[in-house]
């Protein structure tokens, strides 16, 4: 009867630590993402603080091939940082800078597992000023004339994990500084 009981006992414990053991993945599998999540936004954060320290103009400064992008500054003619090129992986991924002391990145842990990119796609004109005013309390940004274009854009960066399919975008509405 001992024998049974201690048996049933193990049958327990063994079905209890299969269930933790079952359970670990997926904690990893989390706790990656957060990790992931985490860095991604503190990156994007950097990314659009140096757009708008470098007082870039959108639709200019952003595009892909343009001076600001490949490095050659701003179309605008200010001097500004030096965007990093292209690293060769397909889709226009961009490597974060972090070789010198002064580079922007050089004490965030592990940056050469993520890379970035402006999404193309997503670099739009956030469209005309409405048509109506606006209602009381209600503030649509610049007074522009009726039908005119705001000049907002929508820049989206996404941050990519190499390695990996995990990517986040991050999106700002973004003036040019000259308007």
Excluded: C
Aim: aromatic content about 10%; glycine content about 10%.
């Amino acid at each position: 009867m001992t024998l049974i009981e201690v048996m049933i006992a193990m049958f327990i414990l063994l079905v209890g630590i299969i269930g933790v053991m079952m359970a670990v993945p997926t904690g990893v599998g989390t706790a990656s993402w957060v990790i992931f999540h985490d860095a991604a936004m503190h990156l994007s954060a950097s990314k659009f603080s140096e757009f708008r320290r470098d007082r870039v103009n959108p639709m200019l400064d952003l595009s892909d091939g343009s001076a600001y992008m490949s490095g050659g500054g701003l179309a605008s003619g200010r001097p500004s940082g030096t965007q990093e090129p292209q690293n060769g992986n397909a889709g226009g991924w961009r490597d974060f800078a972090h070789a010198n002391p002064d580079d922007t990145y050089h004490y965030f842990d592990d940056i050469e597992r993520y890379e970035w990119k402006v999404d193309q796609a997503a670099l739009v004109s956030v469209g005309p000023a409405p048509a109506t005013p606006a209602p009381a309390g209600v503030v649509y940004g610049p007074q522009v004339p009726s039908g005119a274009e705001l000049k907002v854009r929508q820049v989206t960066v996404a941050i990519h994990l190499k390695g990996t399919v995990k990517e986040l975008r991050f999106t700002e509405y973004m003036f040019p500084y000259d308007y």
